[in-house]
């Protein structure tokens, strides 16, 4: 009887240590990409009224895309107001902008679309109750607007995100 009592001490204590819920790929990717709310969209605060702007629009040449017009000479009476002003074509591409934005002159565009492509890796603690996921990102939708930054939209981002267990189940760890 105490060995038979031992065994299935022992076959418990074995399963209740052997039985840490994994953290599967698939699953991080669901909460990464709902809780990091991917795609997301990467966007530009465009100054139209403000000289380096419009130098800027001209020299990655905006201008010349037909995304925006620029006014090269202003007026006493002109200063302040827009030297860019945005075309037809640039329309898809300009964000909602918050109205005390728009009253200094300010536009929202969207450069690009950031989305998660894969997790590539996943490393759990001894304990099993916190673990790293490695994924990647790529950009996609890449707009006329995409020069005014130094971000090569043609690679991929590796990031990562951390995960605790609960009793119900992994969360992402929001930094």
């Known amino acids: 009887m ?18 840490k819920k994994e953290l599967s790929r698939e699953e991080a990717a669901r909460l990464i990409k709902e809780g990091m709310k991917y795609p997301r969209v990467i966007d530009y605060d465009a100054y139209s009224s403000d000289p380096e702007f419009a130098k800027m629009a001209i020299d990655k040449g905006l201008e010349k895309e037909g995304l925006v017009t620029v006014q090269r000479t202003q007026t006493m009476g002109d200063v302040g107001k827009p030297l860019v002003e945005f075309t037809s074509k640039a329309q898809p591409h300009l964000l909602p902008t918050p109205e005390k934005d728009k009253a200094i002159h300010v536009q929202k565009v969207k450069l690009a679309d950031e989305d998660f492509v894969e997790v590539t890796g996943i490393t759990t603690t001894e304990d099993g109750k916190q673990a790293v996921a490695e994924y990647t990102t790529a950009y996609k939708n890449v707009s006329g607007f995409a020069p005014l930054t130094d971000i090569d939209f043609n690679k991929t981002n590796t990031r990562k995100a951390s995960f605790t267990l609960y009793d119900d189940g992994w969360k992402l760890e929001k930094k």
């Open 2 to 19: 105490k060995i038979l009592t031992i065994v299935l001490l022992a076959t418990f204590l074995i399963t209740g240590c052997t039985s």
